[in-house]
Nanobody, 116 residues
Framework: QVQLVESGGGLVQAGGSLRLACAAS????????MGWYRQAPGKQRELVAT???????NYADTVKGRFTISRDNAKNTVYLQVNSLKPEDTAIYYC??????????WGQGTQVTVSS
């Protein structure tokens, strides 16, 4: 089993920044990629960004150029730097870990609220 704990969410004005963190513990040797997803009220959960063990990254078109995913292997932590925030970025942000081919493990989520 893998446990994921997110932190760093909060209330910020449009144009502001936050740094989300996701600390992994447990059977982390089984993980081959980590990702951030988000779910806004009344909407489906959507992919934000992913990063593989090799460092390859992938971003949703809506966040490219504004969000950056990174990892600190020594701390078993993945980060999401979110800049130039917009009200439409308001959502619960979830960290996820992939073993084999599916994102099997999820954190509890951290709320990001962007005021206009």
């Amino acid at each position: 089993q893998v446990q994921l704990v997110e932190s760093g969410g909060g209330l910020v004005q449009a144009g502001g920044s936050l740094r989300l963190a996701c600390a992994a513990s447990g059977s982390i040797f089984s993980i081959n990629a980590m990702g951030w997803y988000r779910q806004a009220p009344g909407k489906q959960r959507e992919l934000v960004a992913t990063i593989t063990n090799g460092g390859s990254t992938n971003y949703a078109d809506t966040v490219k150029g504004r969000f950056t995913i990174s990892r600190d292997n020594a701390k078993n932590t993945v980060y999401l730097q979110v800049n130039s925030l917009k009200p439409e970025d308001t959502a619960i942000y979830y960290c996820a870990a992939r073993s084999h081919t599916a994102y099997d493990y999820w954190g509890q989520g951290t709320q990001v609220t962007v005021s206009s």
